[in-house]
Structures are given as C-alpha cells and as structure tokens.
C-alpha cells in the first residue's frame, strides 16, 4: 500500500464512506483496507508529522500532536475537511458572520459575544 492509497483511504474514512466502496475506490480487497485501518487504530499518528499519538482513556481521540499540525494540515488539505457540519452562522450579538464546525452551530462569533448575548437574553 502506497502513502497516497493510504491517504485516500484515510480521507475517504474522515468522509464516512463505508468499507466496501472504499475497498472500490482504491482497488483493493475489503479485508486489506480493514487490516489498514485496524492497524491504524492501535497506533495513531499525527496526521501532519506522523508522530504517535497518545490517547487518553474517555476523551475524544485526537487526530493531530499539536495545534500547529492541526492547523498546517487544514491548511495544506482544505478538501479533506469534513464539510458536513460546517455552516456560517451570523453572531447574533455583532452581527459577524463566521464559519461553525460543531454539529449544532454556535451563535456568537467568539467568547466575548457569547457572553454579551446571554447578558441581553437575562
Ligand atoms: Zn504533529
Ligand atoms: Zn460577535
């Protein structure tokens, strides 16, 4: 397996396409990206530098070391962003529209206006 089918199929996982298609995508058996990606499970990487990353029981896993390689890779690969979940919201205190990656969108642009709206909504 190459470093370029596996970013796909890394991309292709990040996108929730099931198995089987990526299996089809990239021309391979179902079991050998299965293998990859159970592989992959046990040792995670940074997916900027490929340093081992270390997960902490109960908390959300991490895709990247720091902050600086999460934000170099969103960079260098905007199209591997996961686009679902992205909506602009307009801050409902200033008005400023800004972009939202939560599943449920937030409402103000940043903590300061957070704290303005709830202070209006009181
Ligand atoms: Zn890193
Ligand atoms: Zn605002």
Redesign the pocket.
Known sequence: MTDKEKRTIDSLVAKKVPITKIAEQVGMSKNTVKSYLQRKKLSDVCLNCGTTLKHIPHHKKKKFCSDKCRMHYWNTHPQEMSLKNVTVIK?E????E?FSYRKKPRR???R??AA?GRKKNA
């Not at 205190?93 to 400023?96: L, N, P």
């Open positions: 801050c205190s200033c008005g400023k800004v103000f642009c940043s300061a206006c303005e």
